[in-house]
Nanobody, 125 residues
Framework: QVQLVESGGGLVQAGGSLRLSCTASVRPFSDYDVGWFRQGPGKDREFVASITWSGGTKVYADSLQFRFAIYRDNAKNAVLLQMSDLQPEDTGIYYC??????????????????WGQGTQVTVSP
């Protein structure tokens, strides 16, 4: 069973930055594509970004591609999400997820097999 753990969330003022980390109980995590999703208060879960197992392909939600960056740190067996110029509308619980190895990450949350418990990101005006 693959376990994913997110960390790095917190409270930040508008315009600030946070870096989220997703670590896995399995090694190497680089066998897995990984996606980040978020769910704001009263909103549906939405796609944020994904990265392939090799790190060679990165996909972003259209509205986030210039402020968020996803990358792998294989030495730490982690996938990171660097978020900058955060705005109140970025507030929500951020989840990392992984599909079964050999299956590609997509923008659709129900195509992922493994999920972390989420980390809260709160952006104040």
């Amino acid at each position: 069973q693959v376990q994913l753990v997110e960390s790095g969330g917190g409270l930040v003022q508008a315009g600030g930055s946070l870096r989220l980390s997703c670590t896995a109980s399995v090694r190497p995590f680089s066998d897995y594509d990984v996606g980040w999703f978020r769910q704001g208060p009263g909103k549906d879960r939405e796609f944020v970004a994904s990265i392939t197992w090799s790190g060679g392909t990165k996909v972003y939600a259209d509205s986030l591609q210039f402020r968020f960056a996803i990358y792998r740190d294989n030495a730490k067996n982690a996938v990171l999400l660097q978020m900058s110029d955060l705005q109140p509308e970025d507030t929500g619980i951020y989840y990392c997820a992984a599909p079964t190895p050999g299956t590609h990450a997509t923008r659709t949350w129900d195509e992922y097999d493994y999920w972390g418990q989420g980390t809260q990101v709160t952006v104040s005006p």
